[in-house]
């Protein structure tokens, strides 16, 4: 068993040890981590830091641009799925309350059907709706008056009212519907 030594060489001998498993985490190659056996705590505390910070980003990214992909897919989806009757949309609100919502850097989700009728809801309240609506027989629908969400064969209700939503000043996941395409 090794003890700690105060600004000793410590770091380095337990990252050439564990190069091989350390490596691929840190994004680097094995022998760049074992040549690091002699180097002061002092100087590989700083560059291990960086390293793992460096990965932190790329990670967080990664998952952004995942769940980025996934929102605008369950979209898509939305939107293929739908059933439009008129200025009437009924449509999957598992999408709408699922996948729809796993980008969080959406502000808002922007429902259209065509020109006629545009209602844009903050992700965040569709979130918190989907938290707290956890009814099995949930259902939704847009209209002129707005979205609504139903549950409990619709003894329970939401209705949401949509806004003037500026996309230069937030990100907007649209979802359109078209007349005459169902799913």
Known sequence: MRVAEPCG????LL???GAEELAPLLGVRADWLRGRKAVPDSHLGPDLARLLE???VAIRRTERELAAARAEGAAHQLAATSRVHGDHVDFDVRLLLGDVLADRT??????RLEERIVVAVRRTTLTAAARR???LDRSAY??????HIRWRSGRGGLDLVGRAVDPSRHR???IVFRA????
């Open 9 to 12: 060489e410590n770091l380095g």
């Open 15 to 17: 990252v050439a040890e």
């Open 54 to 56: 460096l990965r932190n």
């Open 106 to 111: 959406v502000h808002f989700v922007e429902l």
């Open 133 to 135: 609506i956890t009814h």
């Open 142 to 147: 847009l209209d002129r008056a707005g979205l």
């Open 172 to 174: 907007v996941l649209p």
């Open 180 to 183: 005459g395409v169902a799913g």
